[in-house]
């Protein structure tokens, strides 16, 4: 279960942090980032880390945002700097666990609620 705070209403050129725990440990996470999803738009992926630390970020969010892990505390970040309009959507964090079964493995997704980020110009 991915639990999500942190989202508002802020003016452009402002900033906001998105926090997004974890119920369990990083344990078997395979990847974990931040999605989002504008008014009438598809949801996309804005931010992505690897236990590992490699990340990939959104091309219109390249030096603005960054995403980041507290493995003692369970919970993954989104900072948001130099908020713009077209950043106002609903941000989701997401989750790829690897799960084991007799039956073998697989990968199971998981989301959070969302969060509503509103940016005014």
């Known amino acids: 279960q991915l639990v999500e705070s942190g989202g508002g209403a802020v003016q452009s050129g402002g900033s906001l942090k998105l926090s997004c725990k974890f119920s369990e440990t990083f344990f078997n996470i395979k990847n974990m980032g931040w999605y989002r999803q504008a008014p009438g738009k598809q949801r996309e992926l804005v931010a992505s880390t690897t236990p590992s630390g490699i990340t990939n970020y959104l091309d219109s969010v390249k030096g603005r945002f960054s995403i980041s892990t507290d493995n003692a505390e369970n919970t993954m970040y989104l900072q948001m700097n130099s908020l713009k309009p077209e950043d106002t959507a609903v941000y989701y964090c997401?989750?790829?666990?690897?799960?084991?079964?007799?039956?073998?493995?697989?990968?199971?997704?998981?989301w959070g609620q969302g969060t509503l980020v509103t940016v005014s110009s």
């Open positions: 997401h989750a790829e666990r690897l799960v084991h079964t007799i039956e073998g493995s697989t990968i199971v997704e998981v």
